[in-house]
């Protein structure tokens, strides 16, 4: 069994604070992808649970036992780097037996365990080869050999998929999550590639600025953000944010509007919304319809990207700001024609507008 | 089409010109004078002509036979025991004005040795302080390459770390460097000395007087120790260097990845270090090599060759008969032998650690 446990997880170089107090539970068998743009601290926080980033303070635990002091080697994890760490001078049979050479095994067994490796792999042709004479794809195949014959409680993927390209990326990514399932270890997986998070985890943890932004399962982050960051990080084109006025709370709906919105109810659940109060509507993309009727949101065409199965469409609000709609249908549309929007209030995100919650510039 | 070195590049040539004439002067052309001189009789002043005289001076320099004898018997056909060892003819009778013999007309004994039986071999050189020259050259390059290539890979190492003041360090092993070769060698020559040496009263002082002084220059069994133990301490700090640049093109995490398989710190070096070293340790072996051989400073400085020939080296025999006696061709026939050696060591060294595929 190989729970991770991180427990209020702190990380300074001098009096500069990378990792702010991370608490995180990682259950036996899990995917978990830490996800965050760059410099949130994720990579560190994965090169914490390695042991190659000393802890600072807090709590380290891998299968119930504290290793905050243990040496890499002893964590039982094994670790796949974004540049690979294969070794030049070695054949690729070399370098997926290597931690089986280190720890002095016969020759038979490494023979069987790098053939099944190979297998599970399918790269038993390239055996023989340099790591000169792969490519990006096979070299990463490779890091991940070398990861899987010593059988390790629990793997560590650091940004892995980063120096390939867009087609082999979608192979690799297929097949790491293959592999999750064929070998059914726990799997800490750093990106900062959303569709990465979101089509590989059980369970996402948002990093920003070396705190925990949001941790749960992908789909229940997409649709239920918890903070302004997460919503505008998950999902591609990102949300929408437009400033609105708190116009009447009812319950735990709340009446807002603004010089484009007409006034619209929606769940208030994040905060306690008090009339006359600014707030933040958020709105996907995705949910925006062109409105048969009237609509709710008010504008002009400013620019359109036809992409097939949908249209994304730029509109300029009437009150002057930008707002982002993907029409899932090929339509044209002309420039500067008046568009009146529609979307299902249940489906809106309101965020309370606190300075520094999350970047509202964002569209 | 006209080459790329004649086509509109007046400024290059005019920019390189001084430098090219200086190469072409002092570098390139007394490489191929030594070549010239060295089928000559050339001397450095003489009124005479310069006659051509083939191979005379490789055969005065290479001349090397052996020769067997039986020892001296008495009537009785006992052997003759003198200073408690059977006594053996006078190699002289054979090498003066022996008409027998005229192959052996003004050779040496270089050194002899005696196969178990009574009969004793006579190893003859025609130049036996060419042939000590050779050998204590070789014995200086086969102890100072190894040591020097492996104290610095030492020193490399522990100054590859991210400790605090580490530059102090690196500056403190690189120093002597930058010394001249001239100055260290006048500074070692008080740390040997025999009288009142800093090494003597260092050696007295820890073993309480227990180890005599030695005259580590002046003795012919300590002589060319002293400079070889000088020597790699002087040079040691510029192969360290070279070798700290190819630790630093190790790319870290292939040691992260080390760590993280479990790798002992000499399975590390073993198995990422060293082979990540391995171009770096061509060109030190080479360089070192081909520095050894130039042996010259410190044998003129320290020693002048002795005592009794035992710092004689090919640099020092080729500057001592060019300009002491002299007798350039010689000289220049020595400079040829000795870049045929090293070109052939090199070659040896290329084959040896060449990328095996």
Redesign the interface.
């Known amino acids: 069994m190989a729970r991770i446990s991180l427990k209020n997880l702190k990380k300074s170089y001098g009096s500069t604070h990378v990792i702010k107090g991370v608490d995180i539970e990682i259950d036996d068998g899990e995917f978990c992808v830490f996800v965050g743009p760059s410099g949130c601290g994720k990579s560190t926080l994965l090169r914490m649970i390695?042991?190659?980033e000393d802890i600072s303070s807090g709590e380290l635990q891998i299968g119930e036992k504290v290793v905050n002091e243990l040496?890499?080697?002893?964590r039982g994890?094994?670790?796949v780097?974004q540049?690979y760490?294969?070794?030049?001078?070695?054949t690729v049979r070399e370098n997926v037996a290597?931690?089986l050479?280190?720890?002095g095994a016969s020759k038979e067994e490494k023979d069987a365990k790098v053939a099944e490796a190979a297998r599970i792999l399918q790269m038993e042709h390239l055996l023989d080869r340099r790591p000169s004479q792969l490519s990006g794809g096979q070299r990463q195949r490779v890091a991940i050999g070398?990861a899987i014959v010593?059988k390790p409680q629990v793997f560590l993927f650091d940004e892995p998929l980063s120096n390939l390209d867009a087609a082999l990326r979608m192979d690799m990514r297929m097949e790491i999550g293959k592999l999750h399932q064929q070998l059914g270890a726990t799997m800490v997986y750093v990106t900062h590639d959303q569709v990465e998070a979101m089509t590989l985890a059980d369970k996402i943890v948002v990093l920003k600025d070396g705190q925990v932004m949001q941790i749960g399962a992908p789909m229940d982050l997409y649709h239920d953000p918890a903070n302004l960051f997460v919503a505008g990080f998950l999902g591609a084109p990102s949300m929408n944010f437009l400033k609105v006025k708190v116009q009447g709370v009812n319950g735990g709906k709340v009446l807002v509007s603004n010089g484009a919105l007409d006034p619209v109810e929606v769940s208030g659940k994040r905060a306690l919304f008090k009339v006359g109060d600014e707030a933040i509507l958020g709105l996907r993309p995705q949910y925006l319809a062109v409105a048969q009727g009237a609509g709710r949101l008010h504008g002009a065409v400013a620019l359109t990207e036809r992409l097939g199965a949908e249209t994304v469409v730029e509109i300029a609000l009437k009150d002057g700001n930008p707002l982002i709609a993907a029409l899932s249908q090929d339509a044209v549309f002309d420039i500067g024609a008046q568009m009146n929007l529609d979307f299902d209030p249940d489906k809106a995100h309101l965020f309370p507008n606190e300075p520094g919650a999350g970047s509202v510039n964002k569209h | 089409m006209a080459s790329k070195f004649t086509v509109s590049n007046g400024t290059g040539w005019l920019m390189a010109g001084p430098a090219v004439l200086l190469i072409a002067g002092f570098v390139i052309l007394p490489f191929f004078l030594a070549f010239a001189f060295s089928f000559t009789n050339q001397r450095l002043i003489s009124p005479n002509a310069t006659e051509f005289v083939g191979l005379a001076n490789y055969r005065q320099l290479l001349d090397v036979t052996t020769v067997t004898l039986e020892p001296v018997r008495d009537d009785a056909g006992a052997i003759v025991i003198k200073d408690g060892a059977p006594e053996y003819p006078s190699l002289r009778t054979l090498t003066r004005n022996n008409p027998d013999r005229p192959d052996l007309a003004g050779m040496r004994e270089w050194f002899s040795f005696s196969l178990g039986g009574e009969d004793r071999t006579y190893v003859l050189a025609r130049d036996v302080v060419f042939m000590t020259a050779v050998i204590n050259t070789f014995i200086f390059v086969l102890i100072v390459a190894p040591v020097q290539a492996g104290v610095a890979l030492g020193l490399a190492l522990l100054i590859n770390q991210r400790l605090r003041g580490i530059n102090v360090f690196r500056a403190i092993y690189f120093m002597p460097v930058v010394v001249s070769i001239v100055v260290v060698s006048l500074l070692w020559r008080l740390i040997y000395d025999g009288q009142s040496g800093l090494l003597n009263n260092l050696l007295g002082a820890i073993s309480f007087g227990m180890i005599p002084p030695v005259d580590w220059l002046g003795n012919p069994s300590t002589a060319l120790g002293a400079i070889i133990a000088m020597s790699i301490w002087q040079a040691v700090g510029f192969h360290m260097v070279i070798w700290l640049s190819g630790l630093q093109t190790i790319s870290p995490t292939l040691y992260e990845a080390a760590a993280i398989e479990g790798a002992s710190k000499w399975q590390v070096f073993r198995y990422i270090t060293w082979p990540g070293l391995r171009n770096t340790a061509v060109l030190i072996l080479i360089v070192i090599t081909m520095q050894a051989f130039g042996l010259f400073a410190q044998i003129d400085v320290m020693t002048n060759g002795g005592p009794l020939d035992s710092t004689q080296t090919i640099v020092f025999q080729a500057i001592e008969r060019g300009y002491g006696k002299q007798d350039i061709s010689g000289g220049s026939a020595i400079s040829v032998i000795l870049f045929v050696i090293v070109l052939s060591i090199s070659l040896i060294q290329r084959w040896l650690t060449r990328e095996k595929t």
């Open positions: 390695a042991g190659l040496p890499p080697a002893q994890v094994a670790m780097f540049s760490a294969i070794f030049p001078h070695m290597f931690g050479t280190i720890s070398r010593r």
